[in-house]
């Protein structure tokens, strides 16, 4: 691998400890919670045939969620950073587009019908595909596909949106209110299937890796890029729809949980530069590890009471953030 | 015929060969062909005419100068002599192949282009941006080698930013960044280089440093377009000049041959006046 040239640490180092970090937060979830788990409970219920109440409650519950809540961070840090290329705007995150509306009217309306949580879910993905369609089709209209349009076109989506789901949560019950701001905020105690959303995020890396050069050429902007023989359409296309299927199905897993998309980059970023064949595969990571430690506290803190995971993602995320901020050396 | 008309009145310090990590690694397709040939080329912008019919081939050893006033369509030319924009009429070949019968990653290691704006968005050091130069030479899972590197650091040296390796480039100056976008375009290693305005925000040194080092592709079997503002350098530079005038015309010829009082003032709409100094043409605004 290349010397990083000025950056804060070699990609070596910092994969190792990515992925210690990803064994720390993946152990503590499964051993963490109201009922107290052993180490050799966790051993067993994942290596072994262990049949104890810990392995029971480790291998049934706590393994599926655990591992969903680490592939929908994943995705959505991916989903961010691969936004970030797209708009050429390092402040954009997955939910820029509407995404996130799209799906929480969808997934808001399925709560306000009282449908079950598999429609509520399905509903999220046809929102958040509703939304990504009619964002592409509307920005596409005039074959003149800029970014500043296609923001444009995503903002106004997401407000419009925004407003349909005040309206939703003016009218619904006061019953339905609470499920409502769960979902709204990000809640990952429903997630259970963890196998789609890792198959997802598999992938979507197996499918932008072998192009993170083009990314990096593509983020100098697009009149350089086409010059170095990148197909710059082809390449925004595809980055686009991407980006929104990775939103889409965490979104639907977990709900709008805030903030990974946009400050997993951005730290990534700060300390091991912004080589996209380095930034997503250890964002996916880092994304994985913040939802999962996140997810975590969200059930852990006042238990027996949850809270949504997307309030702890912040309160996480924005220390860190900050003090990462407060100590890099100035860069312009 | 340019290296005569070099020496003859060119300063001391004029490089007069590229460090050999910056020869051109490609071989050119079809040397009965020229590097570049318009026909018949018609542009438009906003449903403005810009240039019609147009005819124009360039060859190996020469450079040339695009002239004229803002808007007028220098910047749309030249995209449209890269192949990046489609012509509104006629035909663009690189090497006597039009463009889209070419890779874009080949044609990538034949020409390339100096964009007039490439505003870094993100944080990025020197030599990650000159790297970037290398792009149509690595393969789909290559990562920039050793040799690369040296490519880049000679890009840099030729552009007087040795030692910049690992600045940040949201930290250099105006001129620096445009010197580093020359790096980058040197370290493609093209045959034939497009560059628009490569002269914005250089200070009189590093103008002539880049000149100097244009005419040196150049004469070394590679080709130079640009477009420039700069009238007297123009004519001291280039073998050729193609002069837009700002209402849908266009000529080409010798710098004696467009560059005309009556040209010029009708172009530029600003009457000029045309001196030779020590047998050099100097264009004087009235």
């Known amino acids: 691998m290349r010397p990083t040239h000025g950056r804060a640490i070699r990609p070596l180092t910092g994969f190792i400890v990515l992925l210690l970090a990803v064994a720390g937060a993946l152990g503590w979830a499964l051993a963490a919670g109201s009922m107290t788990v052993t180490v050799a409970d966790v051993f067993s219920a994942l290596f072994g045939a262990g049949d104890s109440m810990g392995a029971q409650v480790v291998r049934e519950l706590r393994f599926s969620r655990a591992l969903s809540a680490f592939a929908c961070g994943g995705l959505l840090g991916l989903a961010g950073a691969l936004m970030q290329v797209l708009l050429r705007n390092p402040l954009a995150d997955p939910y820029i587009l509407g995404i996130s509306g799209g799906a929480a009217l969808g997934a808001l309306g399925g709560i306000l019908a009282g449908l079950t949580a598999l429609w509520v879910d399905a509903g999220a993905l046809g929102g958040a595909l509703a939304a990504t369609l009619l964002v592409f089709g509307l920005a596409h209209g005039d074959g003149s596909w800029t970014q500043t349009r296609l923001l444009l076109t995503g903002v106004i989506v997401a407000a419009g949106c925004g407003a349909g789901v005040t309206l939703m949560l003016a009218l619904a019950p006061a019953g339905q209110v609470h499920s409502m701001l769960f979902w709204l905020m990000g809640d990952a105690s429903a997630a259970n299937r963890p196998w789609t959303v890792l198959a997802v995020l598999g992938a979507a890396l197996a499918l932008v890796l072998p192009f993170g050069r083009d990314l990096n050429v593509l983020a100098r902007g697009g009149l350089s890029a086409a010059a170095l023989g990148v197909n710059v359409g082809r390449m925004r296309r595809a980055l686009y729809g991407l980006a929104s299927l990775c939103t889409a199905a965490a979104v639907t897993t977990v709900g709008a949980v805030g903030f990974v998309g946009l400050v997993v980059p951005h730290l990534v970023r700060l300390v091991l530069g912004n080589d996209q064949r380095i930034l997503l595969p250890a964002t996916v990571l880092g994304g994985g590890i913040l939802l999962t430690v996140a997810d975590t506290l969200a059930r852990t803190v006042v238990a027996p009471r949850q809270l949504p995971v997307g309030v702890l993602t912040a309160l996480i995320g924005v220390p860190v953030f900050l003090f990462l901020l407060a100590r890099q050396p100035e860069r312009g | ?286």
């Not at chain 2, 397709?29 to 438009?44: E, F």
């Not at chain 2, 030249?78 to 044609?107: C, F, I, M, N, T």
């Open chain 2, 1 to 286: 015929m340019s290296g005569t008309h070099l020496a003859a009145h060119l300063p001391t310090h004029l490089p007069t060969h590229l460090p050999p990590e910056l020869a051109y690694s490609s071989p050119w397709p079809d040397w009965a062909q020229p590097l570049l040939s318009a026909r018949q080329l018609v542009l438009k912008r906003g449903g403005r005419g810009l240039c019609a019919n147009f005819d124009f081939e360039i060859h190996a050893g020469e450079c040339v100068a695009i002239l004229g006033p803002n808007g007028a369509g220098k910047t749309t030319l030249l995209h449209a002599l890269a192949g990046l924009r489609a012509a509104d009429g006629g035909a663009v070949s690189l090497g006597g192949k039009p463009y889209a019968q070419w890779a874009l990653a080949e044609a990538a290691r034949l020409r390339g282009l100096l964009p007039q704006h490439a505003p870094a968005h993100f944080a990025a050091t020197v030599l990650e941006t000159v790297l970037i130069g290398r792009h149509p030479h690595l393969g789909r899972w290559g990562w920039e080698s050793e040799r690369d590197e040296r490519i880049a650091r000679a890009a840099l040296a030729c552009v007087g930013l040795a030692g910049f390796e690992v600045r940040e480039v949201s930290a250099l100056s105006g001129g620096e960044n445009q010197r580093v976008a020359l790096a980058t375009l040197l370290a493609q290693t093209p045959r034939l280089f497009l560059l628009d305005e490569p002269l914005n925000h250089l200070d009189l040194h590093h103008q002539i440093v880049v000149l100097d080092l244009l005419r040196v592709l150049a004469d070394g079997g590679g080709a130079v377009v640009m477009a420039v503002h700069d009238l007297d350098l123009a004519a001291r530079y280039a073998d050729r000049v193609i002069l837009f005038d700002g209402a849908g015309g266009v000529v080409a010829g010798t710098h004696a041959e467009v560059m005309s009082d009556a040209r010029l003032s009708h172009a530029f709409a600003h009457p000029l006046r045309r001196v030779e100094i020590e047998g050099q043409a100097v264009f004087l605004p009235g």
